[in-house]
């Protein structure tokens, strides 16, 4: 799955680590140094260097052109808390088509459907849960009510942002929902990768049961190299939080995140964060 693959979005979160890139005049070699050297000032550089440097080898130009995109944002300068520096940000942009055309996969391709379409609801959570138990995946079981108004919500803000809690303060994980899933990726992979930056986290939604058993099957798999089973928990909590609780103050910030990108602010999302226990 490509992330944001229409025109308007591809300009999506422009994000400087700590330094903005200067053009120099000087050969690609010299200035693809100089650009990961700048870039290294990101604090989690280093956890995605190797993926960024295949980047580098493979399309120097690229690379230069991903980077050096971010050098006139404006500068985003956040309380004195334990979130690093950041830059503004959005570009306006329209709600994202959540059909494109991809196919969702079915759930006889894990389960088979045969036996258990005649078990009741508990049945079938248990099956589903004990699953998943020894496998890297996280997994849950939605009411059709609350998968419907995950959906509608997505219907009008079909891109997110969401804060990961890390040592050095938070690692912002982007999020774009399409069809039944939801694809999630680092932000310093979107910066470097665009709209081919590599998933660390996809939620799957098994809509087979829907309107016969009331249950929507949910389903996460996450880049071990990248989070671990208690982030992409993390992650998948606040996708409910945010999609499922018809909650004003957080409607109103991915409103403004999707539509009103300059009035976004990511400390407001920081303080939302903050004031929960996931």
Not at 10 to 35: D, G, H, Q, V, Y
Not at 51 to 75: G, W
Request: some cysteine; proline content about 4%; charged content about 30%.
């Amino acid at each position: 799955m490509e992330f944001v693959i229409n025109s308007v979005a591809r300009n999506l979160l422009k994000f400087n680590s700590r330094c903005l890139i200067r053009r120099n005049i000087m050969t690609t070699p010299s200035r693809c140094e100089k650009a990961m050297e700048e870039l290294s000032g990101n604090p989690y550089f280093e956890k995605y260097a190797q993926k960024i440097a295949s980047l580098q080898k493979t399309s120097p130009e690229e690379f230069l052109s991903r980077v050096e995109d971010h050098k006139t944002r404006k500068e985003f300068k956040p309380e004195p808390v334990k979130e690093r520096q950041f830059t503004s940000l959005l570009e306006p942009k329209k709600a994202v088509d959540l059909k494109d055309g991809a196919q969702d996969e079915s759930l006889d391709k894990i389960m088979k459907l045969d036996l258990i379409k005649d078990k009741d609801v508990d049945e079938i959570k248990e099956i589903w849960l004990k699953y998943h138990v020894q496998k890297e995946t996280i997994a849950a079981v939605i009411r059709s009510s609350d998968y419907d108004k995950i959906l509608e919500q997505a219907l009008k803000t079909p891109l997110f942002l969401f804060p990961l809690p890390r040592s050095q303060g938070y690692e912002f994980i982007m999020c774009q929902f399409q069809n039944n899933s939801i694809h999630f990726t680092p932000l310093i992979c979107y910066q470097v990768h665009k709209e081919n930056a590599p998933e660390c986290l996809t939620i799957k939604n098994y809509t087979e049961f829907k309107d016969s058993k009331g249950i929507v099957l949910m389903r996460g798999e996450y880049d071990k190299n990248t989070i671990d089973a208690k982030e992409a928990q993390c992650l998948a909590n606040q996708v409910q939080l945010y999609y499922n609780q018809n909650d004003e103050a957080k409607v109103k910030l991915m409103e403004l995140f999707n539509n009103k990108p300059d009035e976004f602010k990511h400390m407001d999302l920081i303080k939302q964060i903050e004031s929960l226990s996931l």
